[in-house]
């Protein structure tokens, strides 16, 4: 009997009907760096490669009951959260984890924090802003975007101020992802911890891709599964991600779909 075992990374995330973002990211980031997903959905968005156009929040009992079920019975290594759709599933989400570290006081939690679209459309009922805060505080890692990290703090344009402010609510580490930036030859991602600041540089590849968030944050969730330490999972899952940009592909005209199926580990 074949006895193999795989760490599992509970995901909680919105089914993207393209196929390019969301669970479906999330699914093939995870299985692609050596896991295996537990993807509990939050929200069911109507949307293609290119634009949001409606977002239908899970009922926030069906989520804590997927979670709690999964709880049970299968060992969890970390967790990725990407959409919750609203405050009551955030603050779902939020139980399942501390029932997870009462147990598992280290489990590592990657989170996502997906305000809107690249078009602006808010991914959450209300403000998005205001239904992800219970999370920020219990979050091991933290990956916003430039703009994402300025709605989170607008009090300041200075990247290190607007980590400061998530790191005083509770997250451990912080990596502000560069993407968004105005070089026109390279990305910086930056990474806040315990131990100061760390800057990557990566080559800006042309075009847009759909899904690229979701892709870096779990592969870093499915890295932090297996062990890695923060900066090596932060490491690596850059590796990787930025492996599939290169290797992305087309599905319609728009943003292109990072090519996660087939990649190595990024090692």
């Not at 973002?21 to 995870?30: C, H, L, N, P, Y």
């Not at 109507?46 to 926030?60: G, I, L, T």
Request: aromatic letters at 6%.
């Amino acid at each position: 009997m074949n006895t193999r075992t795989k760490p599992c990374v509970m995901v909680f995330s919105g089914l993207d009907p393209s196929g390019g973002a969301g669970v479906m990211a999330d699914i093939e980031a995870i299985g692609a760096v050596g896991a295996h997903a537990l993807p509990v959905i939050t929200a069911l968005t109507v949307q293609d490669n290119d634009r949001v156009y409606a977002v239908n929040p899970v009922d926030a009992s069906i989520l804590a009951h997927q979670a709690q079920v999964l709880i049970e019975k299968i060992p969890v290594a970390a967790v990725k959260i990407g959409i919750v759709g609203n405050r009551e599933n955030a603050l779902a989400i939020r139980d399942a984890i501390m029932t997870l570290r009462r147990k598992q006081p280290d489990l590592p939690v990657v989170l996502d924090t997906v305000l809107g679209s690249g078009h602006g459309f808010s991914l959450a009922d209300g403000v998005p802003e205001y239904a992800l805060s219970p999370l920020i505080g219990i979050a091991t890692l933290v990956t916003p975007n430039l703009p994402e990290a300025r709605r989170l703090y607008p009090l300041s344009d200075d990247i290190g101020k607007q980590a400061a402010n998530l790191m005083k609510q509770g997250a451990a580490n912080v990596l502000v992802k560069g993407g968004h930036g105005d070089d026109e030859h390279l990305v910086f991602n930056d990474w806040y911890g315990a131990d100061g600041v760390k800057q990557w540089q990566w080559p800006r590849l042309e075009g847009e891709f759909h899904g690229t968030g979701c892709t870096l944050a779990s592969a870093i969730a499915g890295y932090l599964a297996q062990g890695r330490s923060m900066e090596e999972a932060i490491l690596h899952g850059q590796i990787w991600c930025q492996q599939t940009l290169a290797n992305a592909f087309s599905i319609a005209k728009g943003q292109r779909i990072p090519g996660r199926v087939g990649m190595d580990q990024g090692k």
